[in-house]
């Protein structure tokens, strides 16, 4: 199995900044896709920004310009940069990775435990 350990949420005033990271372990073979999505109090779960094994980007257009999608091959992990941040950006934000544990098998997503992200007015 693949486990999802991600770090760096907290509360900051608007306008502020914070970077989210995502660390992948277990039993990787290979890893696809690294994304992050956000689920709001009331409102289904988001797309936020994506980011393939070989680096190309999508975000949610809202977002593009103040957060930045990064990874790490070497160390499994994905990176979000949120900059000038809104009050609007409140919400839980969840890591997903598409892996797959074995060469023959396809790959499948896998979810961080969320982090909180409040962002004061």
């Known amino acids: 199995q693949v486990q999802l350990v991600e770090s760096g949420g907290g509360l900051v005033q608007a306008g502020g900044s914070l970077r989210l990271s995502c660390a992948a372990s277990g039993n990787i073979f290979s890893i696809n896709a690294m994304g992050w999505y956000r689920q709001a109090p009331g409102k289904q779960r988001e797309l936020v920004a994506v980011?393939?094994?070989?680096?190309?980007?999508n975000y949610e257009d809202s977002l593009k310009g103040r957060f930045t999608i990064s990874r790490n091959n070497a160390k499994n992990t994905v990176y979000l940069q949120m900059d000038s941040l809104k009050p609007e950006d409140t919400a839980v934000y969840y890591c997903?990775?598409?892996?797959?544990?074995?060469?023959?098998?396809?790959?499948?997503?896998?979810w961080g435990q969320g982090t909180q992200v409040t962002v004061s007015s």
């Open positions: 980011i393939t094994s070989g680096g190309s980007t």
């Open positions: 997903n990775v598409r892996a797959a544990t074995s060469w023959w098998g396809p790959p499948s997503d896998y």
